[in-house]
């Protein structure tokens, strides 16, 4: 039988035990709390969603698009986009491109209103693809507002506002951001042979057929360009392209002012040289002297400001001042920076040899 005395001291002991391990845990917790301690934080948050999209922006605009319809005999022929832009001794005036009205006999605008008014062309201009259309000012509903395309970043918000494909989305609004600054993109010219280089702003906000002609605007709902044409191919998307406002207006009112506008010309016939498989008479020459770049010059104007300047069939351009030609189209956009008048000097191959001339620029309505 178990003593009482020793039963109560290992009662007694295991007390101490219990209590000695508590204090031995406290001091070790104590020391190292990182250790054995759990944050818990919870995050309440209340949302409210704001956004009305740019509703007020669209609406500043809005009333100012029409649909423009060409017709050609009686017939419609083509339809696109336009905008008032600007109102002057009771008349209003329309911008849209020149490849909507191009070849047509009588044109007609539509406002939101439904009200179909037929306007005067007031003239037009192939190379910037500008044109003007007037109406009586009490037609309309709306000026737009005119921003600068030069105070945007890559990244802005912008949204066009047109009639795609077919009259019945006229005022369709499309929502993007600007996509780059100073593209160059070369488009075909529909009144002249070859191409030629646009400077453009490139968009992602969907610009379809039919959309040509109307705004380009900033979150504000300014007009900061006039959409133009779209790079098309089945692996792009959402590359949509506008005439900077600042070059249309600078046409629009040399269109309005009755100004002949006149572009500098050399007075060549040009093969690009990329195109030169099709031509056996260069396509040796330009394997011999290894050329892959620049405008062959197959044909030279009699008396024309080339002729004088000594070019001969068979040179190939390769620069204008300092700026390297690779193609038609690049030749003819560093041309027609400069004026009338002036003189550049330009760099060619003859014969395997570089040489330069320096030509005083012509003027004629022939797009050379």
């Not at 193609?327 to 014969?351: E, M, P």
Request: with cysteine; net charge negative; hydrophobic share 40%.
């Amino acid at each position: 039988m178990i003593k009482k005395e020793n039963y109560l001291a290992k009662i007694l002991v295991v007390i101490f035990v219990f209590f000695l391990g508590c204090g031995a845990m406290y001091s070790v917790i104590a020391a190292f709390p990182s250790v054995f301690s759990t944050n818990i934080t919870k995050l309440e948050k209340n949302v409210t969603v704001t956004d009305t999209g740019l509703a007020e922006s669209v609406e500043k605009v809005y009333d100012a698009v029409v649909v423009v319809s060409t017709y050609k005999d009686n017939r419609l022929y083509s339809t696109g986009t336009g905008f008032v832009f600007k109102t002057k001794d009771k008349k209003a005036y329309i911008m849209t491109n020149n490849h909507v009205i191009e070849s047509g006999s009588k044109v007609t605008v539509t406002f939101t209103s439904g009200n179909v008014i037929e306007t005067e062309v007031v003239g037009s201009d192939t190379l910037s693809d500008i044109a003007v259309l007037s109406v009586d000012e009490k037609e309309i509903i709306s000026v737009a507002e005119v921003g600068k395309s030069e105070d945007l970043r890559v990244g802005d918000t912008s949204f066009a506002v047109g009639a795609p494909l077919d009259s019945v989305y006229s005022w369709t609004v499309t929502r993007g951001i600007i996509s780059g600054k100073d593209r160059m993109v070369e488009v075909e010219l529909s009144s002249a042979s070859g191409d030629y280089v646009m400077k453009v702003l490139q968009t992602d906000a969907a610009i379809n057929s039919g959309n040509s002609g109307g705004p380009l605007c900033n979150a504000n709902g300014e007009v900061i360009g006039v959409a133009s044409l779209k790079l098309v191919d089945e692996s792009v998307e959402g590359m949509g392209f506008a005439i900077p406002i600042e070059l249309a207006l600078e046409y629009a009112e040399k269109i309005m002012a009755g100004e002949i506008i006149t572009q500098p010309y050399l007075g060549v016939g040009m093969i690009n040289v990329t195109d030169a498989y099709y031509y056996p008479q260069y396509y040796k020459m330009l394997n011999q002297y290894d050329i892959t770049s620049g405008v062959i010059v197959y044909q030279v104007e009699e008396d024309s400001p080339a002729d004088k300047a000594g070019f001969k069939i068979g040179d190939v351009i390769v620069k204008v001042n300092d700026d390297d030609v690779s193609s038609i189209g690049y030749l003819r956009y560093y041309l027609y920076n400069y004026r009338v008048g002036d003189k550049i000097t330009i760099t060619y191959i003859r014969n395997g040899d570089t040489k330069t001339t320096t030509v005083t620029l012509g003027s004629s309505e022939k797009v050379y």
